[in-house]
């Protein structure tokens, strides 16, 4: 293996630190931030893997602005990331999915440089069943100067285009972590015995021949028949026929796009007529990192990266995966 190998082993430390040199104005403060989010999630790991045994399981008995009931875990989890992300002193602004509005972090003048958006721990609700959940981040560089004035929002919506960088970690039966500046997608696998994540997979591409569809089809009634129309095509002989994964955490879901192709989507449905998905710190991260593996991700009818956020928790349709796949849902759709 190779990183057991002292001469090939490669730690994200390093991985990061090499992609800064490709960044002509990055400064060490880049690499510093990225290590805030893999401490992170070692901490988060070292709880998520004692789950049943430490009391951490269950509902926290508080809901977030969605109205959805906190798991302990996701409460754990904001306060671990928000932590030590705080601490890096280059964070100006944070949001994320547990919290209603911003946080603006306190520098010296306003010194903060960056802002961070993330879901701590996605697919929550699968915790108590030993499903595999995750963590998502987002990073960009603030727009203003100076103290920040207006409770983050102008430095906060921006479209995902403008994404510094983005990843996920997956909490599953090994904990891996996915991350893009926008040179290629690199998979890390944590090392539990030295706490180090481990190159495994550099420049990931999505495969292009993946046949595997993944939607929640309980709410086929709601779809519209666009969408139906590409279900019934994708269980057709003349499609292959694909077969159907959906594990109910867009984490898993979508990294498993990422590793064997297909294609994942949340439409609009009857219940969440905007679709259920949120576009800043859940569509964004994964379609820059999509996109960088080569697929796409739309919200059926636009590029998510090109949307222009109105508010922190939008939500947004999202269809995910290999560019053919994509491209076809897409198609369908727009005839009707
Ligand atoms: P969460 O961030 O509160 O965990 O909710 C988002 C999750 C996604 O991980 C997953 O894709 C989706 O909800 C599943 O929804 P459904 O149960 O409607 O299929
Ligand atoms: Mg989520």
């Not at 100076?146 to 102008?154: A, L, N, S």
């Not at 996920?168 to 500046?181: C, D, E, H």
């Not at 379609?287 to 739309?298: K, M, N, R, S």
């Amino acid at each position: 293996m190779r990183y057991t190998d002292p001469e090939k082993f490669i730690t994200i430390q390093q991985h990061i630190i090499e992609q800064q040199t490709k960044h002509p104005t990055a400064s060490g403060e880049f690499s510093w931030l990225l290590s805030g989010l893999t401490l992170a999630a070692c901490l988060i790991q070292a709880i998520v893997r004692r789950a049943g045994l430490v009391d951490i399981l269950g509902g926290a008995d508080s809901e977030n602005v969605h109205g959805e009931l906190q798991q302990k875990l996701d409460v754990y989890a904001n306060k671990v990331i928000e932590r030590c992300l705080a601490s890096r002193g280059n964070v100006a602004v944070l949001g994320s999915e547990e919290i209603p509005e911003p946080i603006v972090v306190p520098t010296p003048e306003g010194s903060g440089r960056y802002v961070v958006l993330f879901d701590p721990l996605d697919g929550s609700g699968n915790i108590d069943v030993n499903v595999a959940v995750g963590t998502i981040f987002s990073i960009y560089e603030r727009v203003t100067h100076g103290p920040v004035t207006d409770g983050g929002r102008k430095d906060v919506l921006q479209p995902g285009s403008r994404q510094l960088a983005a990843g996920y970690v997956v909490y599953g039966s090994s904990t891996v972590l996915v991350y893009t500046t926008g040179h290629g997608v690199h998979l890390f696998t944590l090392d539990p015995a030295s706490g180090s994540f481990m190159l495994a997979n550099e420049h990931a591409r999505i495969p292009e021949n993946g046949k595997i569809y993944s939607v929640n089809e309980a709410n086929a009634d709601s779809f519209g028949a666009g969408i139906n129309a590409y279900l019934d095509w994708a269980k057709s002989k003349a499609a292959g026929p694909y077969t159907s994964r959906y594990i109910g955490s867009m984490v898993a879901d979508v990294h498993r796009t990422l590793v064997k192709g297909g294609v994942f989507m949340y439409p609009a449905t009857a219940k969440s007529p905007k679709g259920k998905l949120r576009l800043m710190y859940e569509a964004n991260p994964m379609a820059f990192i999509v996109e960088q593996a080569g697929g796409l991700a739309t919200d059926g009818k636009n590029r998510i990266l090109d949307k222009q956020p109105t508010e922190l928790h939008e939500r947004t349709p999202l269809f995910i995966g290999a560019k053919d796949d994509v491209t076809r849902v897409m198609e369908l759709m727009a005839r009707g």
